[in-house]
């Protein structure tokens, strides 16, 4: 997943759950536009003292002005914001100010210069906040939160700024701009017009006030959630209840454990999702039932981490927002800017996939409950079971377990010879890895990334372990980004939770780990290969309906036979997956694809139903309001639960794809139909890849995205590939 990073410190957040089954990890949405950034800082708060030595107050003296994070002290980050913030604002005063008449050179460009310090400590911060945070890095969330909604509000509902805005957009056809400096105009107006810079001066009081609450509520969700995720953890001193786990899973949790100085026990956290991939293995049927019930009500105990009452306000919040600006409801008003464009658009396409992914579910369901009855198990299938008969039948069916396949997915030769490795065929990349670069904690690894003809071109930093204090899922985001103007290269992270083993042991992937893999480095050459003018345009900072298209396409060279036989061998003899076996894994290609499906299209429409909500709608109950919702759109399997309950929903009620994880179903119709593209053309070549490059992956924002795609593809995308490929659809019989 890309993790949205404008205003993240309110939402910092691990915007991407990993895989859905593994096609959901994301990349850190995207930047706004630097005049839409930030925002001014609150009066009401005396702001934090900045020490000269302030590591944020000069651009970093590292490789690619790489953050320096073994100088960065947690106290650092607050006043940083502080100092950041009134930086910022008196630049953008300055531009508004201006007596001379607005052209693009005196209003745009500055714009995009302007709130560097900002930049550098929201990117560190939301780097280390997601992905090691403490309670002192919460602190500043909860404090900073507000106060940047309130900065952004104090630029984009700026009436001078806006007015030199609109006079440029007004001539933009008579000024001879460049194509990506008239983008950057058309794209800069209309996010001041959706962000309220056309409302009276009494409405804009009331959308500041409202933005500022939705902003601290979103901010106190994360953190509420990380709380109930650590604490939903399953914790056992009896060992037979953990039947089925391999010696290397027990003493994870051994080590979890310890980690929580609970000597003696065995701990088994969480992940941020409703399935867990422990499910899978466990034998004892009571223990699958109370870790399914520990993820189901992890945020719903009644606590000081139950969100419910808090995310049934910022549904609310966002309605209001939404009438403010002239529209219906929430959805209408955030799609408006998407390639779907009406809630209408995306719920239609949601309905083409509803249908088939519920049938072949049922059928999948039938066939897990006929293994229950052999067995004599004496029940019905429910959600808990899922995971454990599935991969029984996966067994039956294709005499294949996941327990086969690990031992050729170890990380470092995944990541090497299978990641970095069709970054090289595809696009002549080389890495090296650099012990010189400062991290934000020991298990991150960072590499210099190098162009087809040898140049040095970006940094790459990988954090892949589970750790307590890191948000769930997997991500992709900015430490700096590319731009020309600024003569800046990328540097990019991904971040993932897989398990860490215990110390010696190897650390192995599961399938869907590996495509998790692939698919964070998608989003991470979307960053790499940025090669735009404009930081507001650069790399992934497109629409949410988009920018999961590159990463989601990266995911097919997991399996390319070529890729796959680079990175496929075994962790102790080196030797390649026997041939049967990947023959093997081919046939079990669409195998539970009905859940898959279902648990994703069932969590985008209870997304969908949040935020078409109207503004005189009463204040919800969560449990009530998600459960008619489902039954409404016809897709509440019982044994099939949403991908994430409204409750933990940490895409959208503490990220940026509110009215927008429809995005991940969405970009793999546009991936799917790619890869159908690089087929037709021969597949796996420097020739495809090249393209693909220069017409996508570096373009960013700077071009109207549908053309973009057609202008590449030769056509508009189509759903066939996707209904193929998610076995929702039979391929024709070939005669």
Request: hydrophobic share 40%; proline share 6%.
């Amino acid at each position: 997943m890309l993790r949205l990073r404008t205003l993240v410190i309110a939402t910092s957040i691990a915007l991407a759950a990993c895989s859905q089954q593994s096609n959901e990890q994301a990349a850190q949405p995207a930047p706004a536009p630097a005049s839409t950034a930030p925002a001014k800082a609150s009066t009401a708060a005396a702001p934090a003292e900045v020490s000269a030595v302030n590591p944020f107050l000069e651009p970093s003296t590292l490789p690619f002005q790489a953050p320096p994070f073994d100088k960065i002290k947690d106290g650092d980050y607050q006043p940083a914001f502080e100092e950041g913030m009134k930086q910022h604002l008196a630049e953008i005063e300055k531009i508004a100010d201006n007596p001379e008449a607005p052209t693009f050179e005196n209003t745009f460009i500055p714009m995009e210069k302007s709130g560097q310090l900002m930049q550098r400590v929201m990117q560190a911060f939301n780097a280390v906040s997601g992905a090691n945070t403490n309670d002192t890095l919460q602190k500043v969330q909860e404090d900073e939160a507000p106060k940047l909604a309130e900065h952004q509000d104090a630029i984009v509902m700026n009436d001078k700024l806006f007015k030199r805005i609109q006079t440029v957009y007004d001539q933009r056809d008579s000024l001879k701009l460049d194509p990506e400096s008239k983008r950057l105009v058309e794209v800069t107006y209309k996010n001041f017009v959706h962000g309220g810079a056309k409302l009276s001066d009494a409405d804009k009081a009331k959308l500041k006030d409202l933005n500022k609450e939705e902003s601290s509520l979103s901010t106190q969700f994360v953190n509420k959630l990380l709380a109930a995720t650590k604490d939903g953890a399953f914790v056992t001193d009896d060992k037979t209840k953990l039947d089925g786990l391999s010696d290397s899973d027990l003493q994870a949790a051994v080590e979890a454990a310890k980690a929580r100085k609970l000597d003696g026990k065995w701990v088994l956290p969480l992940q941020n999702t409703t399935q867990q991939p422990v499910l899978e293995s466990l034998n004892d049927r009571a223990t699958r039932e109370a870790i399914f019930k520990n993820s189901w009500g992890r945020a719903e105990k009644g606590d000081a981490n139950d969100t419910r009452d808090m995310i049934a306000r910022i549904a609310q919040i966002r309605a209001e927002q939404a009438k403010l600006l002239g529209y219906p409801n929430y959805a209408a008003w955030k799609l408006e800017d998407q390639m779907a464009k009406t809630p209408e658009a995306a719920i239609g396409f949601m309905d083409k996939l509803a249908p088939a992914a519920t049938a072949r579910a049922e059928q999948e369901a039938k066939d897990i409950q006929a293994v229950i009855d052999q067995q004599k198990g004496g029940f019905k299938v429910e959600a808990w079971d899922w995971e454990h008969y599935s991969e029984q039948v996966r067994k039956a069916k294709y005499d294949l377990d996941e327990s086969q396949i690990k031992p050729y997915f170890e990380i470092d030769n995944v990541l090497q010879n299978g990641v970095f490795y069709a970054a090289n065929q595809l696009y002549g990349l080389t890495f090296k890895e650099r012990k010189d670069i400062p991290v934000w904690q020991p298990d991150v690894r960072v590499f210099e990334v190098f162009d087809k003809d040898g140049t040095s071109m970006a940094l790459f930093y990988c954090d892949y372990f589970k750790r307590d204090n890191k948000n769930g899922g997997a991500w992709m985001s900015n430490l700096v980004d590319q731009s020309k103007l600024m003569g800046t290269k990328p540097v990019v992270f991904n971040v993932a939770n897989f398990t860490k083993p215990a110390p010696g042991q190897p650390a192995l992937l599961s399938s869907d780990d590996v495509i998790t893999m692939f698919h964070e480095f998608g989003h991470a050459l979307h960053g790499m290969f940025a090669n735009t003018q404009y930081p507001s345009l650069s790399g992934a900072n497109t629409a949410r309906d988009f920018v999961e298209f590159p990463s989601q396409f990266n995911e097919h060279w997991a399996t390319d036979p070529k890729i796959f036989a680079n990175y496929a061998k075994n962790y102790k003899t080196g030797e390649p997956m026997p041939a049967e076996l990947v023959e093997k894994i081919k046939k079990a290609k669409t195998f539970n694809k009905g859940y898959d499906m279902t648990e994703l299209v069932g969590a985008a429409l209870l997304d969908m139903s949040w935020h078409s909500l109207g503004p005189d709608a009463p204040k919800q109950d969560p449990d009530k309001f998600e459960m008619d919702a489902l039954t409404k759109a016809k897709i509440n399997l019982s044994y099939v639960p949403p991908r994430y309950r409204s409750s933990y929903f940490q895409h959208i009620f503490g990220g940026g794809y509110a009215a927008g994880y429809y995005a991940y179903l969405w970009t793999e119709m546009l991936a799917d139909d790619a890869f159908q593209g690089f087929v037709d053309k021969g597949g796996l070549s420097r020739e495809n890849g090249d393209r693909f490059r220069a017409m996508i992956l570096s373009q960013g924002n700077t071009q109207d995205l549908a053309t973009m795609y057609k202008n590449w593809r030769g056509k508009d995308p189509s759903i066939e590939p996707m209904l193929l490929n998610r076995g929702l659809k039979e391929a024709p019989q070939k005669k």
